[in-house]
């Protein structure tokens, strides 16, 4: 495969911005295409490369990957000269934390959105994140032991987790503990991600 059959479904205004820092990171040429809200995004034509009709999707040659920390996982095995996972003997922070976010994080930050609360110990130990508060704890003892979640060095794991910390931390959805703040502005502090935000900054104005 070339990295001109890269293409990115997206809207600015999704977790489409997750899977275009990814993109940037990686630092191959793709295409962006935006896929409006409403019928375009439910049409049969979109439906057909994500039947969830939401975005963002990633289309590679004849590979289509939905879903953010797919996405992100999946480039950064499609791009292993970006060094955006470690070596395979040592993936099992990196594999830990990309499931977090997908599964734990995803939930709490969605549910606090929605001013769901999980109100007793019998619902928390039914929730598979349990609480915020259990989420928020593993997510600072993480930010506290290495300066990334998978150790030294900043993989893909950085890109799906630092995203939705700093997204929760903008929206106040997730306690502002000096841990999370340091550890999102290490995780947002490059140049992929400037580059990311400006092009879907410019995609809204």
């Given at each position: 495969m070339t990295d001109t059959q890269l293409v990115l479904y997206t809207n600015p205004m999704s977790r489409g911005r997750i899977a275009r820092w990814m993109l940037e990171e990686v630092g191959v040429p793709y295409e962006t295409k935006v896929v409006a809200y409403g019928a375009a995004m439910k049409g049969p034509d979109y439906l057909a490369l994500n039947p969830m009709g939401k975005v963002p999707t990633l289309r590679h040659g004849d590979v289509v990957v939905t879903e953010c920390a797919a996405i992100c996982a999946y480039l950064a095995d499609a791009f292993p000269s970006a060094e955006l996972a470690p070596p395979p003997a040592e993936r099992g922070a990196y594999y830990r934390w990309l499931f977090f976010g997908a599964g734990p994080?995803?939930?709490?930050?969605?549910?606090?959105?929605?001013?769901?609360?999980?109100?007793?110990?019998?619902?928390?130990?039914?929730?598979?994140?349990?609480?915020?508060?259990?989420?928020?704890?593993?997510?600072?003892?993480?930010?506290?032991?290495?300066?990334?979640?998978?150790?030294?060095?900043?993989?893909?794991?950085?890109?799906?987790?630092?995203?939705?910390?700093?997204?929760?931390?903008?929206?106040?959805?997730?306690?502002?503990?000096?841990?999370?703040?340091?550890?999102?502005?290490?995780?947002?502090?490059?140049?992929?991600?400037?580059?990311?935000?400006?092009?879907?900054?410019?995609?809204?104005?």
């Open positions: 994080v995803e939930a709490a930050v969605t549910n606090e959105g929605l001013g769901f609360k999980i109100d007793t110990p019998q619902n928390e130990g039914r929730a598979g994140y349990g609480s915020m508060e259990r989420v928020v704890n593993a997510l600072v003892h993480a930010a506290e032991a290495a300066p990334f979640l998978a150790g030294e060095r900043f993989t893909a794991a950085d890109v799906y987790v630092g995203a939705q910390i700093g997204w929760g931390l903008q929206f106040d959805l997730m306690p502002a503990h000096p841990s999370l703040v340091a550890y999102a502005e290490r995780a947002r502090n490059r140049d992929a991600f400037r580059r990311a935000t400006a092009l879907d900054d410019a995609l809204i104005a």
